[in-house]
């Protein structure tokens, strides 16, 4: 892969089973294991293309909006690209350290304050002890959860959740973010403070890749928009 590549999609298709959770389950990578070899071959009538042999680059410092209806695979897209979920098959290679803004909160834990919640997140997104100390007070502030630090995140609202998971990520030194339709939730001082700090991020060249179903949103933020439907990209 060239160095000024950040993301990489080589034939790449993802297949899931209906009826059953599509992200992280071992049911899933079971299929998704035995179907690498067996795709030529008729499939089951309840398994589907979630993306289909999908193939394209994104450069360090490009700006890419994933765009299309529910169902399109946008959202399975940036799961492949923050390996939450393995591909069915193909090859997947990526050139930089990654913060993955999808479903913000989720990887907290309830029974941890909000302090604690960033030390644990903040390494998870490769951040270091000092790193996270030396960036308490900023992640705090921006957050605008001073008052609820020390209180357990299972108390937390969603909207409080999103604004400590956006605030942990946007200050890891990331290379690549991805951003899953954060910018749809939460209060509008804190959509303007989101949308204002990915501008910024595009200034540092950050690698983007940004889902939405705001076209005039994603025009904004992005170098150029992929539109996706039914798991393959549609042609201009």
């Given at each position: 892969?060239?160095?000024?590549?950040?993301?990489?999609?080589?034939?790449?298709?993802?297949?899931?089973?209906?009826?059953?959770?599509?992200?992280?389950?071992?049911?899933?990578?079971?299929?998704?294991?035995?179907?690498?070899?067996?795709?030529?071959?008729?499939?089951?009538?309840?398994?589907?293309?979630?993306?289909?042999?999908?193939?394209?680059?994104?450069?360090?410092?490009?700006?890419?909006?994933?765009?299309?209806?529910?169902?399109?695979?946008?959202?399975?897209?940036?799961?492949?690209?923050?390996?939450?979920?393995?591909?069915?098959?193909?090859?997947?290679?990526?050139?930089?350290?990654?913060?993955?803004?999808?479903?913000?909160?989720?990887?907290?834990?309830?029974?941890?304050?909000?302090?604690?919640?960033?030390?644990?997140?903040?390494?998870?997104?490769?951040?270091?002890?000092?790193?996270?100390?030396?960036?308490?007070?900023?992640?705090v502030e921006y957050s605008g959860l001073g008052d609820f630090m020390t209180t357990p995140v299972k108390k937390y609202s969603s909207g409080m959740n999103l604004r400590l998971g956006f605030s942990i990520a946007i200050h890891?030194?990331?290379?690549?973010?991805?951003?899953?339709?954060?910018?749809?939730?939460?209060?509008?001082?804190?959509?303007?403070?989101?949308?204002?700090?990915?501008?910024?991020?595009?200034?540092?060249?950050?690698?983007?890749?940004?889902?939405?179903?705001?076209?005039?949103?994603?025009?904004?933020?992005?170098?150029?928009?992929?539109?996706?439907?039914?798991?393959?990209?549609?042609?201009?």
């Amino acid at each position: 892969m060239s160095s000024d590549t950040a993301i990489r999609f080589d034939k790449v298709s993802k297949i899931f089973s209906k009826g059953h959770r599509q992200y992280g389950t071992l049911r899933d990578e079971f299929i998704s294991f035995f179907s690498k070899r067996k795709l030529t071959r008729s499939r089951n009538p309840n398994q589907f293309f979630a993306i289909k042999n999908l193939s394209f680059s994104i450069r360090k410092g490009e700006s890419v909006g994933l765009y299309g209806p529910n169902g399109s695979g946008k959202s399975t897209l940036l799961r492949l690209v923050a390996k939450v979920i393995t591909p069915t098959c193909g090859s997947i290679k990526v050139n930089g350290r990654i913060a993955p803004l999808i479903e913000l909160g989720a990887g907290f834990h309830p029974d941890l304050n909000g302090f604690e919640n960033i030390y644990m997140n903040g390494a998870i997104l490769g951040m270091t002890i000092g790193e996270i100390k030396l960036k308490m007070d900023q992640i705090v502030e921006y957050s605008g959860l001073g008052d609820f630090m020390t209180t357990p995140v299972k108390k937390y609202s969603s909207g409080m959740n999103l604004r400590l998971g956006f605030s942990i990520a946007i200050h890891s030194d990331a290379d690549i973010f991805l951003i899953d339709e954060i910018l749809a939730v939460g209060d509008e001082e804190f959509k303007k403070r989101s949308f204002d700090s990915i501008k910024e991020l595009l200034e540092k060249k950050k690698t983007l890749l940004i889902v939405s179903h705001d076209l005039k949103k994603l025009t904004k933020m992005t170098n150029k928009i992929v539109k996706l439907n039914k798991g393959s990209m549609l042609n201009d």
